[in-house]
């Protein structure tokens, strides 16, 4: 319970480390939620609804059982991770279990640039599509989306790809803290294109990695707050992004020391700081924001607060958001108040969402949750066919309709894995461990579809006549 409003309007913020199995089951009875201890928000905030109780209700069971089960996760990606960077040194499976036998097993250091994250063994690929160059229309969509697929790796990993693969500079891998979960919950890494005129920096916003519990409750968290003639945002993003506590987004921070000495940076202010310094010694150069699923929402929400700052400067250096597999990050309102604002800074926005990917129809999009995407959707089917439309087919994902097309897809999605190597060439080539991943895609449709595979697949082979006309059609739009 709070007597103020620390961000200058409505909020709701959710401390699930504070509700009881009592506090709960109040919640589903009682409208009032200011009587609920683990709930931060005005004395006159209700939940009328039955269902938004619900709804409160289980993304706070869900973050606690996150919690719960935080070091389990962790220790089952790492042996996951480990194995996988165990059977590709090794040369395969059954030269591991060979090597194995004779005592000369092959096991990469975690910090090496030889050891992929569980996402990177899912697609291995590293090269920029020699076919896309600077001047292309695809080339950005590209960089960005293999950069945003590079931020789940180690930092030696990346600068020896950016520098050796990519001939670019690696300028940083940086983490970031959570004021709220207090934990060092966000990553992000900043690459410099030297050869694109005019120089192209780029920021990418790690995603969602499979096995940290603290990233997955950043994802089902629906806080939100309320800021007036903004509108409502996602708070668990905002936290994740530096959200300060009792403040909201002061333009201008002191980052605090925490009782071990170590220094707490925040996302936003610390890639704001680095920005300025790297942008005013190159004036000609510009920067991308960029991210995959979670880091998507992190990129355009970065854009958001370089907006409500009236950050003119850097918004006039920033050439474009390009956010693959993003969830939604508020409502109507700040949607209408974001596309205003890109408008008049003339910043490119492109939200790519491919096939039946889940990520980027929730939150739901109904008459109790209030989340809503903002811009056009660059949409792409499994044929990797582009359009632009408004909102992605199937906006809330669960519908009966929809059931046996997205299981027949996903059927098409497991046999155009083994045909695609022999239309577009070998660097299409899909490895065991992501057909597993289409296989149990039969299930859970939409869930292999947000995997970064294919959206690196649409960045380099989707139609380019869509990508033109979304280019030249985005200031038109109508709201």
């Known amino acids: 319970m709070a007597s103020e409003e620390p961000f200058g309007g409505k909020y ?15 919640l589903l009875f009682s409208s009032n939620l200011n009587d609920r201890k683990f709930i931060e928000c005005p004395e006159d905030l209700e939940a009328r609804v039955f269902r938004q109780r619900w709804l409160l209700f289980i993304s706070v069971v869900a973050q606690k059982l996150l919690s719960t089960s935080a070091n389990s996760l962790k220790k089952f990606g790492d042996t996951l991770g480990l194995w996988l960077n165990r059977i590709s040194s090794n040369g395969g499976l059954i030269t591991l279990l060979l090597n194995i036998l004779k005592g000369k097993m092959i096991t990469p250091e975690r910090s090496s640039a030889a050891f992929l994250s569980v996402v990177g063994n899912l697609d291995p690929r590293v090269d920029l599509d020699k076919n896309i160059k600077h001047k292309h229309a695809k080339y950005k969509a590209l960089l960005s989306m293999m950069a945003s697929k590079l931020s789940y790796e180690n930092e030696q990993f990346i600068s020896n790809a950016v520098k050796n693969n990519w001939d670019m500079d690696f ?5 970031f803290w959570n004021d709220y979960q207090e934990l060092w919950s966000t990553r992000a890494m900043i690459v410099q294109d030297r050869k694109s005129e005019p120089n192209m920096v780029v920021v990418a916003f790690r995603g969602t990695e499979p096995f940290d519990a603290d990233q ?21 993003f905002m936290k994740a992004l530096g959200l300060q506590k009792n403040s909201g987004w002061p333009k201008e921070i002191e980052q605090s020391s925490s009782s071990d000495d170590a220094q707490h940076s925040y996302a936003y202010y610390t890639i704001r700081e680095k920005l300025r310094v790297m942008l005013e010694a190159k004036e000609d150069a510009k920067f991308i924001l960029t991210g995959h699923s979670l880091g998507g929402a992190l990129a355009i929400l970065f854009a958001a607060v370089l907006v409500l700052h009236e950050e003119e400067w850097l918004l006039d250096k920033l050439e474009g958001v390009y956010t693959f597999g993003q969830p939604r990050v508020g409502d109507y309102q700040f949607g209408k108040f974001m596309k205003d604002k890109l408008r008049k800074y003339d910043v490119r926005y492109m939200r790519y969402v491919y096939c039946n990917d889940v990520v980027p129809r929730v939150p739901y999009d109904d008459k109790t949750l209030f989340f809503k995407h903002f811009g056009p959707c660059l949409y792409f089917n499994s044929l990797y066919h582009g359009q632009v439309l408004d909102e992605e087919p199937n906006k809330n994902y669960f519908s009966l309709f929809w059931v046996i097309p997205k299981i027949l897809n996903a059927v098409w999605e497991l046999i155009r894995g083994f045909l695609i190597p022999f239309v577009k060439g070998e660097d299409y080539i899909q490895n065991w461990f992501m057909t597993l991943a289409r296989l149990f895609g039969l299930i859970i449709p939409g869930l292999p579809a947000h995997l970064p595979l294919d ?3 649409v960045t380099r082979l989707g139609s ?5 006309e979304l280019q030249n059609s985005q200031d038109s739009k109508s709201d």
């Open 464 to 468: 380019l006549h869509e990508l033109l």
């Open 455 to 457: 959206y690196v697949n």
């Open 171 to 175: 300028l940083g891998l940086h983490s």
């Open 12 to 26: 709701l913020l959710l401390k699930p480390e504070e509700a009881s199995v009592v506090d709960l089951g109040h």
């Open 216 to 236: 997955w409750r950043t994802d089902v968290d629906i806080s939100w707050y309320e800021l007036p003639n903004v509108g409502r945002i996602h708070g668990g």
